[in-house]
């Protein structure tokens, strides 16, 4: 359980700063849970890994040009990140400057202004004072790309950051495993008697936060809210009760199963989640994830160690950074079956 057992090299190269010209044209690494096998094939080839009557979980959150910069009263330079919107004119950021706003201080972003109204933890709570939260992002701010992206947002981050099925705002960071797909690719798996689920997790920014304990278990995950209907509640169960394979698309849309599985079945839910999932941590909601590469000592990386295995999981990462797969967002996917 310390922190350091999921270390593993990573070459800074192989960290995707864009995407690919097509959705699709990433890399699957297929891994076989139960043996430790895996082979390299490619994206385009999910849908002959899968059989008719199986099942896929999508996050249909849609993220918001998150990222605010302005100015304090007395000039100083701030940085805004939304990390969740609680109303249509309050929400929960972090904030970076040369020093910590207090509560009743105003921040402007060009003409508009926000009020500090408090803290939670390491967030600060603000409330938009002349436009609502969504018209001043829509107005001023930027699409939020990951820190390890080292470069400016373009106009295509737009587009391609933004999964194509997303429909419900909310999110500071994108479910990234669900970018690889395009409309073709889900008319196909449609085709192929594939179902597809979909319901709504708003990953904040607390996603990217370090793990800063050397034993995992004394970590405390960020809450993020999310809803999951009655209707795929009932889709899930029945798939998996008829002995079809319901496979995650992403961590997010695991960790939102995840949190409503009760009594042996998954139900309807809204709210928030905190869930942290580890070895050691059983997932019971599921047969599978279709994701991306995470960071070195990430809660990612334990997630899907607690599904397939931390040794598996860091040997078949050491095979992807041999192979020059591409890691993180923008990056190549994995298929844990």
């Known amino acids: 359980m310390n922190l350091t057992d999921y270390h593993f090299e990573?070459?800074?190269?192989?960290?995707?700063?864009?995407p690919?010209?097509?959705?699709?044209?990433?890399r699957l690494l297929v891994l076989d849970r139960q043996t430790g096998a895996f082979e390299d094939q490619t994206f385009t080839q999910l849908p002959a890994l899968l059989k008719a009557g199986d099942m896929l979980v999508f996050n249909d959150t849609r993220v918001?040009?998150?990222?605010?910069?302005?100015?304090?009263?007395?000039?100083?330079?701030?940085?805004?990140?939304?990390?969740?919107?609680l109303t249509a004119n309050t929400f929960l950021a972090q904030i970076r400057a040369s020093k910590s706003p207090k509560a009743g201080g105003r921040i402007f972003v060009e003409e508009a202004a926000l009020t500090v109204t408090g803290r939670q933890d390491d967030l600060f709570e603000l409330s938009s004072d002349d436009l609502t939260l969504m018209d001043l992002l829509d107005q001023h701010g930027e699409i939020p790309l990951p820190p390890y992206i080292k470069r400016a947002p373009e106009e295509s981050d737009g587009d391609?950051?933004?999964?194509?099925y997303a429909r419900n705002p909310g999110a500071v960071a994108a479910p990234t495993a669900g970018l690889h797909f395009d409309d073709a690719m889900l008319a196909q798996l449609r085709e192929a008697?594939?179902?597809l689920g979909y319901l709504t997790l708003h990953v904040g920014s607390?996603?990217?936060q370090p793990v800063r304990v050397q034993n995992i278990e004394e970590h405390q995950m960020h809450a993020e809210w999310f809803r999951l209907d009655a209707g795929l509640a009932e889709r899930v169960n029945a798939a998996r009760a008829r002995g079809n394979r319901v496979v995650c698309v992403g961590t997010t849309s695991l960790r939102a199963l995840e949190s409503a599985y009760a009594d042996g079945e998954v139900k309807p839910f809204e709210g928030e989640t905190d869930i942290f999932i580890y070895p050691g941590?059983?997932?019971?909601?599921?047969?599978?994830?279709?994701t991306n590469f995470h960071l070195p000592e990430s809660t990612l990386l334990m997630l899907v160690s607690a599904l397939a295995g931390r040794e598996t999981i860091l040997r078949a990462y050491r095979h992807a950074v041999e192979e020059r797969y591409r890691f993180f967002s923008y990056g190549d996917a994995m298929f844990i079956r």
């Open 64 to 85: 918001i040009k998150a990222r605010l910069h302005g100015a304090k009263e007395t000039g100083g330079k701030v940085e805004v990140m939304v990390d969740r919107i």
């Open 20 to 26: 690919q010209a097509r959705r699709d044209a990433s």
């Open 281 to 290: 941590v059983d997932v019971r909601s599921c047969d599978g994830l279709l």
């Open 193 to 195: 008697g594939i179902e």
């Open 10 to 18: 990573l070459p800074d190269e192989l960290i995707a700063q864009k």
């Open 160 to 164: 391609r950051y933004q999964t194509v």
């Open 206 to 208: 607390g996603t990217f």
